[in-house]
C-alpha cells in the first residue's frame, strides 16, 4: 500500500491539487496501525506546498517498513492515535481529512463510532478506502462504523493490485471538494492497516 499511495500523490492532477492552491498548503502525515496497542507515526507532520515537497513526503511513504505485527482490527484505538497526532499538528487548517485504510472491520478494542464522533464533533471528516478481498461488504460497515463529517465518502478496490488507483480517485475527489475555499491550508492524517489477515504492505 505504501508504494501503492507514492503513486497516487505522484498523478500529475493529484500533485497539481496539492501544490497548486486548491489546498493552499497540505500538511500530512503517516499513521500504520494494526491491534490495539499497535499504533505508530511512520512520517511526522509534513508541509507540501510544493512539487519538491510533495516528491520527499512520496519518498518518505513509499520508504516505510512493515512494523506493526498483523493480527486483529482495532479500528477505535486507531481513531483515538488520529485524535491525540491531530492535536499535535502544526497549524489550523481549513479543513482536516482523515484518510482511514482497511481491508477489515474492527473486531478488537474500543468501539470506532463515539471516537469517529468526537472527531466528526471537532470538524474533522473521515474518508474510507476499502480494500474488499476478505470481506466483500466492507463499505457498508465503514460507513456504519468509521467515515463521517462534511463530505464524507468512502471508496473501494477489490484488492491491493487495485490500491493504487482508489487511492488516486479518492485524493482527486478530496482535492475536487477542497477548490471551493483555498483560504487556508488543509491537513491530511492517513492512516493505514495492513489487514486483519495479515497482508503486506508493498
Not at 484518510?99 to 474500543?110: E, K, P
Request: glycine share 12%; net charge negative; charged share 20%.
Amino acid at each position: 500500500m505504501t508504494t501503492g499511495c507514492a503513486a497516487a500523490l505522484r498523478d500529475p492532477d493529484v500533485a497539481s491539487g496539492l501544490t497548486g492552491g486548491a489546498f493552499g498548503a497540505t500538511l500530512a502525515a503517516l499513521l500504520l496501525w494494526s491491534g490495539p496497542a499497535a499504533q505508530e507515526v511512520m512520517v511526522e507532520w509534513t508541509r507540501i506546498a510544493s512539487p519538491t515537497e510533495l516528491e520527499a513526503f512520496a519518498r518518505a511513504v513509499e520508504d516505510v517498513p512493515r512494523v506493526l505485527p498483523p493480527g486483529t482490527t482495532a479500528i477505535g484505538e486507531a481513531l483515538r492515535a488520529c485524535l491525540a497526532l491531530l492535536a499535535g499538528a502544526p497549524t489550523e487548517a481549513r479543513r482536516i481529512v482523515v484518510d482511514f485504510v482497511g481491508d477489515g472491520r474492527s473486531n478488537a478494542g474500543i468501539d470506532p463510532e463515539p471516537v469517529r464522533d468526537l472527531l466528526i464533533g471537532a470538524g474533522v471528516t473521515i474518508n474510507g478506502l476499502c480494500v474488499l478481498h476478505e470481506e466483500p461488504d466492507l463499505v457498508d460497515s465503514y460507513r456504519r462504523e468509521v467515515i463521517g463529517g462534511p463530505g464524507a465518502f468512502a471508496v473501494q478496490c477489490q484488492d491491493f493490485s487495485g490500491f493504487a488507483d482508489a487511492m488516486r480517485q479518492k485524493l482527486t475527489r478530496e482535492i475536487a471538494a477542497a477548490r471551493t475555499d483555498p483560504a487556508m491550508p488543509s491537513s491530511t492524517l492517513t492512516l493505514w492497516r495492513g489487514g486483519s489477515g495479515g497482508a503486506e504492505l508493498n
